[in-house]
């Protein structure tokens, strides 16, 4: 079982930086490859960036690429996710996830299905 904590969201104008962090525990949370999801109202639950449990292995949706920056420390059972150059279409629910990495196939990688343990979210709004 691992447990999922997010924080650090809030309002920013378009344009502007914010970090998420993802802490997280429980047995063995160092095997677990760690994610970032988001979703907007009256939208599906989107790929955001994921990063394996080495910390040196990233993958980013289209949607983000350049502009976000996925990382962990393991010492500190943490994830985050800088954000940089914010765009109003940004603007979601964000949910930190939870994998025991295996394979890290792209379709587990980038299937919510894949990930058993979430966090609560943080609300992230970009204004325009």
């Known amino acids: 079982q691992v447990q999922v904590v997010e924080s650090g969201g809030g309002l920013v104008q378009a344009g502007g930086s914010l970090r998420l962090s993802c802490a997280f525990s429980?047995?063995?949370?160092?095997?677990?490859?760690m994610a970032w999801f988001r979703q907007a109202p009256g939208k599906e639950r989107e790929f955001v960036a994921a990063v394996a449990l080495s910390g040196t292995t990233w993958y980013y949706g289209d949607s983000v690429k350049g502009r976000f920056t996925i990382s962990r420390d393991n010492a500190k059972n943490t994830a985050y996710l800088e954000m940089n150059v914010l765009k109003p279409e940004d603007t979601a629910a964000y949910y930190c996830?939870?994998?025991?990495?295996?394979?890290?196939?792209?379709?587990?990688?980038?299937?919510?299905?894949?990930?058993?343990?979430w966090g609560q979210g943080t609300q992230v709004t970009v204004s325009s």
């Open positions: 429980g047995r063995n949370v160092n095997n677990y490859a």
């Open positions: 996830a939870a994998q025991y990495q295996v394979l890290w196939t792209r379709e587990q990688i980038t299937n919510a299905r894949e990930y058993p343990y």
